[in-house]
Every structure is written in structure tokens, then in C-alpha cells.
């Protein structure tokens, strides 16, 4: 049984599911959650629900917002006497960013955006996609301890069972020691949907969508589903999206459980991205599109008719 | 004076056709095209922006890699860089490794690093660890996913592109690393002239073992290199006539629903 710390992101009264993802893989292990900032009660709940034995509050001056100094001297300063064998982290924007530079004050090895895992004996082995997701390996960590992990958001699946724990929570105090590169605004974003790396619904729209207005029959669907809208470099580039919303190679690879592709051809640098989406839809007028041939689900038609048609029968299903 | 240093990676062309080595240990290399890894053009055309509007300061572009290919490198000259440093290595190095031998090749060249550029990530491991963990090494601060940047004496203002297409506003006063992503700017083609006067810059050379890197640095190991299970095939509904559009929409969202049990 190996000591293991899940660092969790505290999103409104909740944290980001990711890390009831790793939790429900990690059963059998040891496992601690820790947050810089207070975790929720309602979350602590749920996380001692799925194997937390105890749930840490990491709090201290200068850490309200994120900086790659401050949380990574924070969460290194509470590491220091726990011992751990392994940290966890959903490969989140902060955690692309944030665990290898606290891997790196640790001299320790990181296996990034694993999108599975398993735990024989106490030592991790994963599966990562790689080369953008044409080809598949497995990867281990050696070297000095603890190890570190980022998975990948919506690969792993909410867990099925329980496996209730303690949970206990602490509020610890931390330092963020020297921040040389600090935040001084955060510029929100249009969107208030979760992150494409994040979502769990995605519907993308290509270069058939012809401009930036018709975007709003995607938007019009997305808010049925709850869904996130993505774009194709080719929409990106010929300007009806912003570059945030670029799906691929060269943008985000996501893994939704549905994703929905309008207008959108298939070239292998979008498929890259999108391919270990669970079911994908598409929709195109070219019957040869290749973009049917990784479908679950092809409909060869005019998104401009069918995506409203779309909008449509969801609404009347989901009420 | 401004030092400048640029990390690249040489990744195969986006086009390629990835198939794993018959023992499944890396990936077969023989008949790939290389280029230089998408988003390091972005950091090193940063590098040159800031060179043009400071005089005296020196672009050093550095990759750790194999030498029998130097196309991203090349490429780096060619667009204006002042000189390079490869780090001559096999094609699997992880993070921890690369990240060490430019830290080793920056300490070689005797020069005090003030800013230090990179892509975001590589498009071939996908790791997005080494500028992080080279910053670390370097003992700098460091910003990635940069998409703004203004420079202001030593003071920076720095762009980082977070969830949903905002933005956190970093504000730094002396060296940093940079981590460019899409959008930061334009980078430029290599021109003729510079193509040729590329071939008369200096290039240096070392060994891992030169800039200090040997197999205990090794922390991450990978093996059993697949391709991913193929799909079977998927259901295709032709809906190109009115006649068939309401019906054929109810069906997917039916499906949706009933068969993949994905809303
Ligand atoms: C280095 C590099 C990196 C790249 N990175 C990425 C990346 O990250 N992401 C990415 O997406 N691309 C990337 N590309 C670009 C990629 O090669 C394709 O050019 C791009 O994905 C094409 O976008 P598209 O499918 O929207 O456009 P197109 O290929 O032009 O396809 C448009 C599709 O819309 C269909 N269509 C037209 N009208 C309608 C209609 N009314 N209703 C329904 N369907 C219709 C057409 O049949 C066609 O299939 C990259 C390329 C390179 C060289």
C-alpha cells in the first residue's frame, strides 16, 4: 500500500471532479486530499465517500490566487513531513503548470496526462497517449520519491462504487515563501462553461460554419446539453473563433463523453485531439468526410439544418 | 546585454504516420519528416522581437536530440537566431533529462541567462514539463501558456491563457522563463538570405555527459508503445433530403440517449 496525496481545485462549493476520478482508481491505497484554499463541507463529505482518509485546507498569505511559486513552495512546505509516495493531480490548467515545477523541487519524475492507471504491489504503471494520441504507452516513474501523476480530465470515469473513509479534515498553514512572478488581474474569459480540457459535452464547429455569428446554432445546442463549444484550426484561423477554443494537435486534446463535430473534415491533426472522446457524432454534407469514419454516429447532412433540428429534439427530451 | 536563450525540440511533421518499433520501446523513426516543434516558433520569434529593439542582445537557441538531423535548429538560424547548442541524445529522453542537459548547455556557454523561451508544450510526448522544471533548475520564475507580452526595461507583463479564454495577468521584474503559446505573435519564415547565412553561424556541440546528464537522471520510462484499438465501425444516416432530416435527428438523439447512454 503506497501513501498517496490527490491535490484537489477547489470550483465553487465543489472541487473539479477530476479528483473523484483518481480517487475512485486509487482504492486500496493510503490517500490524503489537500487544497490550497477551504474545502467546502459538502465536498469534504464526498471525498471521505470515495477513500479520503484526511482532507487538508492549505492556507496561508499570498495564495488566493494562483502563482506557480506560491502554490508549488505552499504545497511543497505542507509535503515536507508526510512522507508521501506519490501526488496526484487532474491535468487542469493549474496542474499542467503547477506539478512539474513542485516535481522538479523534489528532483522526482512526473508521468503527465495519464489517461489510465493501474497500482499492483503499490507502484503506479500508467497509460498515456502519446504523439498526439496515435499511438498509445505505458510509463513508470523512477527515482526519488514521491512520484508524481497528472491524468487527464474525464478519462477515468466518475467512480461506481464507495469506499468511505475518515476523511478528517485540517486546516493547515502554509508558506508561498518568494513570488518573483506574481498575478496582478485576472481577465475573465467570455465563457462561464467549463474548460474544453474539462467539459464532459463538446460540440465543435469547422470551417463550414462560414463565420463567427453562425457559431450561435452551436451555442443554442451547448446550452441544451451542457455542453462546451469548440472549433477547428480552420475556424480558428480564418477568424470565427478565438484560439482558447481550438480543438487538436496544435490546441486541446479533450476526452468527452460526447462529442459532437459539425462541418469539420477530419484532417488527423483535429482527430489527434478529439479521439478518445467516448461516442462522437458527426455532421457533414461530404459522405466521404473522414471525419466518419472515427464516428459512432454519422449523420450526412447540412449542419445549418440539422444542428437546429438537433437543438430542437434535445430540448424536448431533456425538458 | 541581453541573453536570450530559446529551448526548441525537433517533433515529427503533424502529417506523419505514427507506427511503434517492433519491440514496442519508442516508435519507428526511419522515414519520419522532423520539424520543429509548432509552438517553439512562437518562442523563438519573441526571442527575435526582443532582440530588434535591443541592441546587444544575443538569441542562443538550444536542443537536446539527435544530430543527424538538424532541421529545427536550422530553421531557428535561419529566422535570425544568433547561434545554437545541440545536446547530442537518443530520441527518448524524458522531461527530467532535457530539462537538465539545457540547463547543463546554458551553464556551459558561460552566459547569465535573462530570459529563457520555450513552446508550451511538445507535440510528440505531450508532457508540458520542461520549461516548469527547467525554470525550477534555473532558479526563475516562470509563466506558460504566454499569448501576451510587453517588455518595459526588466519588467514584464505577461499573458497566461487559462480555463474558458481567460487570462491571469503576470507581472515579473528579471529573468523568467516563457512558455509561448498560438497567438503571442507571428512568427516569421525563414528568408533565402537568412537560409544562407544560417550555414555560417556557430553551432555547438556536446555530449549528455559534457552538461552533466547521465542514465541515473532518468524518472520516467516508457515501454509497450501501441497503436490505439480501432473503433468498429459507426452508424451513418443519410439526411441530405428535407424528408429525411426530423426523422434521422430523433433517431441519433435517440440513441444518444438509449444506446451510448451519453446524455
Ligand atoms: C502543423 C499543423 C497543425 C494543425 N493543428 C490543427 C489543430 O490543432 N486542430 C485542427 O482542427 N486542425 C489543425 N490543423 C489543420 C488541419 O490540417 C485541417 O486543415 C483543419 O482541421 C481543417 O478544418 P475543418 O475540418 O474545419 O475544415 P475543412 O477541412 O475545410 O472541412 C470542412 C468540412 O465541412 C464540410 N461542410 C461544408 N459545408 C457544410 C455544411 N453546410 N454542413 C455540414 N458540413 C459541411 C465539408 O464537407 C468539409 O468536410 C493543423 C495543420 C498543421 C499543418
Given at each position: 500500500m503506497s501513501k498517496v496525496l490527490v491535490l484537489a481545485e477547489i470550483q465553487g462549493d465543489d472541487v473539479k471532479s477530476v479528483a473523484y476520478e483518481i480517487l475512485g482508481k486509487l482504492a486500496g491505497q493510503s490517500i490524503d486530499v489537500a487544497a490550497i484554499g477551504s474545502i467546502p463541507a459538502a465536498a469534504a463529505e464526498k471525498l471521505a465517500k470515495h477513500g479520503a482518509e484526511n482532507i487538508h485546507s492549505l492556507k496561508g498569505d499570498k495564495l488566493d490566487h494562483y502563482t506557480p511559486e506560491g502554490w508549488s513552495n505552499a504545497l511543497k512546505n505542507f509535503m515536507s513531513d508526510k512522507g508521501y509516495d506519490y501526488v496526484f493531480s487532474g491535468a487542469t490548467a493549474t496542474g499542467k503548470d503547477l506539478i512539474p515545477r513542485l516535481a522538479g523541487m523534489f528532483d522526482a519524475g512526473m508521468a503527465s496526462e495519464v489517461v489510465n492507471f493501474t497500482f499492483d504491489g503499490g507502484t503506479f504503471a500508467g497509460t498515456r497517449p502519446l504523439f498526439a494520441g496515435k499511438c498509445l504507452a505505458k510509463v513508470e516513474i523512477q527515482g526519488p520519491k514521491p512520484h508524481f501523476v497528472t491524468v487527464r480530465p474525464n478519462a477515468l470515469g466518475m467512480p461506481t462504487s464507495e469506499n468511505a473513509k475518515a476523511g478528517a479534515t485540517n486546516e493547515a498553514s502554509v508558506d508561498a515563501g518568494t513570488?518573483?512572478?506574481?498575478?496582478k488581474e485576472i481577465v475573465k474569459g467570455a465563457s462561464e462553461k467549463l474548460d474544453l480540457t474539462e467539459a464532459n459535452v463538446i460540440v465543435s464547429g469547422g470551417r463550414a460554419m462560414k463565420n463567427a455569428e453562425n457559431f450561435k446554432i452551436l451555442n443554442e445546442l451547448a446550452d441544451v446539453i451542457g455542453a462546451t463549444v469548440g472549433a477547428s484550426r480552420a475556424a480558428v484561423d480564418s477568424g470565427f473563433a478565438p484560439h482558447a477554443m481550438q480543438v487538436g494537435q496544435t490546441g486541446k486534446t479533450v476526452s468527452p463523453s460526447l462529442y459532437i463535430a459539425c462541418g469539420?473534415?477530419?484532417a488527423i491533426q483535429h482527430l489527434a485531439g478529439m479521439r478518445t472522446s467516448k461516442v462522437i457524432v458527426a455532421i457533414n454534407t461530404d459522405p466521404d468526410a473522414p471525419i466518419f469514419t472515427k464516428a459512432d454516429y454519422g449523420i450526412v447532412g447540412d449542419l445549418f439544418e440539422i444542428v437546429p433540428l438537433m437543438t430542437k429534439e434535445f430540448k424536448a427530451l431533456l425538458g | 546585454m541581453l541573453n536570450i536563450f530559446v529551448c526548441v525540440k525537433q517533433v515529427p511533421d503533424t502529417e506523419t504516420k505514427v507506427i511503434p518499433n517492433s519491440d514496442g520501446t519508442f516508435i519507428e523513426t526511419s522515414s519520419i519528416k522532423w520539424i520543429m516543434n509548432p509552438y517553439d516558433e512562437f518562442a523563438v520569434e519573441q526571442a527575435l522581437l526582443i532582440k530588434a529593439s535591443n541592441a546587444g542582445a544575443t538569441v542562443t537557441v538550444v536542443r537536446v536530440g539527435g544530430s543527424k538531423d538538424t532541421e529545427a535548429l536550422r530553421t531557428a538560424l535561419a529566422m535570425g537566431a544568433d547561434e545554437a547548442i545541440l545536446v547530442e541524445a537518443g530520441d527518448n529522453l524524458d522531461s527530467y533529462m532535457i530539462a537538465k542537459a539545457i540547463k547543463g548547455a546554458i551553464d556551459k556557454s558561460g552566459k547569465k541567462p535573462d530570459l529563457v523561451f520555450a513552446g508550451k508544450q511538445a507535440i510528440d510526448d505531450d508532457c508540458l514539463q520542461v520549461p516548469q522544471l527547467l525554470a525550477q533548475m534555473l532558479d526563475m520564475p516562470s509563466v506558460s501558456v504566454v499569448v501576451g507580452f510587453e517588455m518595459n526595461g526588466t519588467k514584464l507583463n505577461l499573458k497566461r491563457e487559462i480555463e474558458g479564454g481567460s487570462l491571469e495577468v503576470y507581472e515579473v521584474d528579471g529573468p523568467v522563463l516563457v512558455a509561448c503559446n498560438k497567438g503571442l505573435n507571428t512568427p516569421r519564415y525563414a528568408s533565402l538570405p537568412g537560409i544562407m547565412k544560417a550555414k555560417k553561424k556557430p553551432m555547438a556541440q556536446h555530449s549528455l555527459a559534457d552538461v552533466g546528464?547521465?542514465?541515473?537522471?532518468?524518472r520516467v520510462k516508457y515501454s509497450g508503445f501501441t497503436l490505439p484499438p480501432e473503433k468498429p465501425a459507426g452508424k451513418k444516416f443519410e439526411a441530405m433530403e428535407e424528408g429525411q432530416r426530423a426523422g434521422v435527428v430523433k433517431d441519433v438523439v435517440g440513441l444518444l440517449r438509449n444506446e451510448a447512454k451519453v446524455i
Amino acid at each position: 500500500m503506497s501513501k498517496v496525496l490527490v491535490l484537489a481545485e477547489i470550483q465553487g462549493d465543489d472541487v473539479k471532479s477530476v479528483a473523484y476520478e483518481i480517487l475512485g482508481k486509487l482504492a486500496g491505497q493510503s490517500i490524503d486530499v489537500a487544497a490550497i484554499g477551504s474545502i467546502p463541507a459538502a465536498a469534504a463529505e464526498k471525498l471521505a465517500k470515495h477513500g479520503a482518509e484526511n482532507i487538508h485546507s492549505l492556507k496561508g498569505d499570498k495564495l488566493d490566487h494562483y502563482t506557480p511559486e506560491g502554490w508549488s513552495n505552499a504545497l511543497k512546505n505542507f509535503m515536507s513531513d508526510k512522507g508521501y509516495d506519490y501526488v496526484f493531480s487532474g491535468a487542469t490548467a493549474t496542474g499542467k503548470d503547477l506539478i512539474p515545477r513542485l516535481a522538479g523541487m523534489f528532483d522526482a519524475g512526473m508521468a503527465s496526462e495519464v489517461v489510465n492507471f493501474t497500482f499492483d504491489g503499490g507502484t503506479f504503471a500508467g497509460t498515456r497517449p502519446l504523439f498526439a494520441g496515435k499511438c498509445l504507452a505505458k510509463v513508470e516513474i523512477q527515482g526519488p520519491k514521491p512520484h508524481f501523476v497528472t491524468v487527464r480530465p474525464n478519462a477515468l470515469g466518475m467512480p461506481t462504487s464507495e469506499n468511505a473513509k475518515a476523511g478528517a479534515t485540517n486546516e493547515a498553514s502554509v508558506d508561498a515563501g518568494t513570488i518573483r512572478a506574481f498575478v496582478k488581474e485576472i481577465v475573465k474569459g467570455a465563457s462561464e462553461k467549463l474548460d474544453l480540457t474539462e467539459a464532459n459535452v463538446i460540440v465543435s464547429g469547422g470551417r463550414a460554419m462560414k463565420n463567427a455569428e453562425n457559431f450561435k446554432i452551436l451555442n443554442e445546442l451547448a446550452d441544451v446539453i451542457g455542453a462546451t463549444v469548440g472549433a477547428s484550426r480552420a475556424a480558428v484561423d480564418s477568424g470565427f473563433a478565438p484560439h482558447a477554443m481550438q480543438v487538436g494537435q496544435t490546441g486541446k486534446t479533450v476526452s468527452p463523453s460526447l462529442y459532437i463535430a459539425c462541418g469539420i473534415s477530419g484532417a488527423i491533426q483535429h482527430l489527434a485531439g478529439m479521439r478518445t472522446s467516448k461516442v462522437i457524432v458527426a455532421i457533414n454534407t461530404d459522405p466521404d468526410a473522414p471525419i466518419f469514419t472515427k464516428a459512432d454516429y454519422g449523420i450526412v447532412g447540412d449542419l445549418f439544418e440539422i444542428v437546429p433540428l438537433m437543438t430542437k429534439e434535445f430540448k424536448a427530451l431533456l425538458g | 546585454m541581453l541573453n536570450i536563450f530559446v529551448c526548441v525540440k525537433q517533433v515529427p511533421d503533424t502529417e506523419t504516420k505514427v507506427i511503434p518499433n517492433s519491440d514496442g520501446t519508442f516508435i519507428e523513426t526511419s522515414s519520419i519528416k522532423w520539424i520543429m516543434n509548432p509552438y517553439d516558433e512562437f518562442a523563438v520569434e519573441q526571442a527575435l522581437l526582443i532582440k530588434a529593439s535591443n541592441a546587444g542582445a544575443t538569441v542562443t537557441v538550444v536542443r537536446v536530440g539527435g544530430s543527424k538531423d538538424t532541421e529545427a535548429l536550422r530553421t531557428a538560424l535561419a529566422m535570425g537566431a544568433d547561434e545554437a547548442i545541440l545536446v547530442e541524445a537518443g530520441d527518448n529522453l524524458d522531461s527530467y533529462m532535457i530539462a537538465k542537459a539545457i540547463k547543463g548547455a546554458i551553464d556551459k556557454s558561460g552566459k547569465k541567462p535573462d530570459l529563457v523561451f520555450a513552446g508550451k508544450q511538445a507535440i510528440d510526448d505531450d508532457c508540458l514539463q520542461v520549461p516548469q522544471l527547467l525554470a525550477q533548475m534555473l532558479d526563475m520564475p516562470s509563466v506558460s501558456v504566454v499569448v501576451g507580452f510587453e517588455m518595459n526595461g526588466t519588467k514584464l507583463n505577461l499573458k497566461r491563457e487559462i480555463e474558458g479564454g481567460s487570462l491571469e495577468v503576470y507581472e515579473v521584474d528579471g529573468p523568467v522563463l516563457v512558455a509561448c503559446n498560438k497567438g503571442l505573435n507571428t512568427p516569421r519564415y525563414a528568408s533565402l538570405p537568412g537560409i544562407m547565412k544560417a550555414k555560417k553561424k556557430p553551432m555547438a556541440q556536446h555530449s549528455l555527459a559534457d552538461v552533466g546528464v547521465t542514465d541515473a537522471d532518468r524518472r520516467v520510462k516508457y515501454s509497450g508503445f501501441t497503436l490505439p484499438p480501432e473503433k468498429p465501425a459507426g452508424k451513418k444516416f443519410e439526411a441530405m433530403e428535407e424528408g429525411q432530416r426530423a426523422g434521422v435527428v430523433k433517431d441519433v438523439v435517440g440513441l444518444l440517449r438509449n444506446e451510448a447512454k451519453v446524455i
